[in-house]
């Protein structure tokens, strides 16, 4: 078998391509960056999927940060939209796993599950959900709707982890929102998880992230109390304070259907970290 996970440099996908030699041992992996090509030349894009002719995509790449999604549109729905079509129609007789967001949901109901009508609240979401209708053109592929995940980013400055012990090691107060909920999960098992789903291609809709609705404030605060003294400070906040792009206030879920088909338990944030103490800078 063969695989290229897309946008290889980023957080999640530069784990779900390093972790194949443990998950998916046999498999032919190929993590693509920039320096490959642009996903948006779509004419290399196309020469070499005819080159290497992966069995699966595992798509990552994205704009994915709201806030630069609002800076530049056009590239936010080419990248996030066109680009995702393309691999999508390419991939038309093979088994495409696209990553989508959480996002996409408004975040006023919570305890999502996949037949919720999505609602997002800014670009990022819309581009992402107009990806995954792209995607769902074709039966055989899947839409993940991925958590908040965090843990080592091949920068050390992407994850939500990483800024925020960053910012307290500089001396920086950090806010954490206290009615903000999500269900977070590490990288590492998000790429587990997609790799088992990999050898299954099972196609449709399902929601991926940890098994505890946890709030930001109480996401930080196991994180903060774990680090040695910082001098920098966690601060409780409110959402109705921030002044950035909407954000959804509740955006747990219930991950039934993707957790009857993996082998193994999608574990809760707090219980994740208390068994990788050493895991989470």
């Known amino acids: 078998m063969k695989a290229w996970v897309t946008g290889a440099a980023g957080m999640i996908g530069s784990e779900i391509a390093s972790s194949a030699s443990k998950w998916a041992p046999d498999w032919e992996v190929r993590g693509l960056t920039r320096r490959d090509f642009s996903l948006l030349d779509f004419d290399a894009v196309t020469a070499a999927f005819k080159g290497d002719s992966p069995d699966v995509i595992v798509h990552c790449a994205a704009i994915s940060r709201p806030v630069d999604c609002e800076r530049d549109p056009h590239l936010a729905r080419k990248t996030n939209v066109v680009a995702t079509r393309h691999l999508a129609h390419l991939a038309s007789d093979r088994f495409l796993i696209y990553l989508s967001t959480d996002l996409v949901y408004d975040g006023r109901k919570g ?11 800014h670009l990022y979401g819309e581009t992402k959900l107009a990806g995954e209708d792209a995607v769902r053109q074709h039966q055989n592929h899947a839409v993940l709707r991925t958590a908040l995940n965090f843990g080592a980013s091949p920068r050390g400055n992407a994850s939500f982890n990483e800024q925020m ?3 307290l090691a500089q001396g920086k107060n950090f806010q954490l929102f206290t009615d903000e909920y999500r269900c977070p999960i590490s990288t590492t098992e998000t790429a587990r998880a997609i790799w088992e789903l990999a050898k299954l291609q099972v196609g449709g809709l399902f929601l991926l992230g940890g098994s505890e609705k946890v709030s930001r404030w109480d996401i930080g605060k196991a994180l903060y109390d774990r680090w040695s003294p910082l001098p920098g400070k966690i601060e409780p906040a409110s959402i109705a304070s921030y002044d950035g792009p909407p954000r959804p206030p509740d955006l747990s879920m219930k991950l039934n259907k993707i957790q009857a088909l993996l082998s193994f338990d999608l574990p809760g944030f707090h219980e994740w970290i208390n068994s990788n103490p050493d895991a989470v800078v």
């Open 165 to 167: 012990h960053s910012a």
């Open 111 to 121: 305890d999502y599950i996949e037949e919720d009508p999505a609602n997002p609240l």
